[in-house]
């Protein structure tokens, strides 16, 4: 029972970091949770005498759960990968500090999460696992099954999403708030040919659990899906700067009821998140712009 007791109180001394590594990967704090106390299930069914590194040990059953779980989604499917090429061989004399890599992604906030939506389960896993949370490519090659240097291109692969959606200076600001003002003119409007113009093929609208409950889907993939449940709506939507990023607001009598999150891409929209959970809204700095800005 000692000893039961003793691992009861070293997993929950990872549970934190745990619940965080679940949540970069799954965005759900539900699905997370979730993760985590199947990592407990596991552990219990463990034996644990050959472990020399339990919270390792621990982060990568939560990898593989929710490795498993990003699968059961049927998000997009992993590009092919060559793993003899050029990215994969070596990062070149242009790489850039890991360290500089875990500021650039912590900085994108809540945006961070819309982009990961977009990449592939192992391009998530390899992303959040190496650049967040520091943990070997050799290490997630296995979650994987695959080779630490085609883990290496896949986190690659994601970094420069991740690095192209991320607003570093007052320019990219202002080319994201003008294609969003189209957006949201556009779809006031109800002008189909304007609203498919700034548009990616390929954009996906996500909603939270609250936002479902309001009305929306819980995901739109493609241009024309999007176009049809946004063509003729956003009345209601004001402009806003929410975490230093172009967004828009529901905020009736400035009460803020809901954030629409862009992350904008070679002057398009390419993912939509609708955020109504007020436990998330609080997280956000939102600053509310007039109307006429748009």
């Known amino acids: 029972m000692a000893g039961r007791d003793d691992l009861a109180e070293r997993f929950e001394a990872s549970r934190g970091h745990l619940r965080a590594v679940a949540y970069r990967l799954l965005g759900s704090r539900a699905e997370a949770e979730d993760a985590v106390q199947e990592a407990w299930l596991r552990l219990n069914r463990t034996d644990t005498g050959e472990v020399e590194n339990l919270a390792g040990w621990l982060t990568t059953v939560v990898g593989r759960v929710s490795l498993d779980m990003l699968r059961s989604r049927g998000t997009r499917r992993e590009q092919p990968m060559d793993e003899s090429s050029p990215e994969v061989a070596g990062r070149g004399s242009g790489a850039v500090d890991p360290a500089d890599e875990v500021v650039m992604a912590d900085a994108v906030g809540p945006a961070l999460m819309v982009v990961l939506d977009t990449l592939s389960p192992a391009e998530r896993l390899a992303f959040v696992l190496h650049d967040l949370f520091g943990v ?24 420069r999403r991740v690095r192209g959606a991320t607003p570093s200076r007052e320019a ?7 294609v969003v003002n189209a957006f949201l003119r556009a779809s006031r409007a109800g002008d189909f040919e304007a609203l498919l113009t700034v548009l990616d093929p390929d954009v996906v609208v996500r909603a939270d659990a609250m936002a479902v409950q309001m009305g929306a889907e819980a995901e739109v993939r493609g241009a024309t899906a999007v176009l049809k449940t946004f063509l003729g709506r956003a009345v209601g939507a004001q402009p806003a700067i929410i975490d230093g990023i172009a967004g828009a607001a529901w905020a009736p009598g400035r009460q803020l ?21 007020p436990a998330r809204l609080g997280q956000l700095q939102v600053d509310l712009l007039p109307r006429a800005a748009v």
Do not use: K, N, W
């Not at 990219?172 to 003008?178: C, G, K, P, V, W």
């Open 172 to 178: 990219d600001l202002e080319r994201q708030r003008e």
């Open 136 to 159: 070997p490519f050799d290490e997630i090659a296995v979650i994987l099954g695959r080779s630490p240097e085609a883990a290496r291109q896949l986190a690659s692969r994601a970094r």
């Open 257 to 277: 009821r809901a954030a629409i999150l862009f992350t904008v891409a070679d002057g398009r929209v390419t993912a939509i998140d609708l955020v109504s959970d």
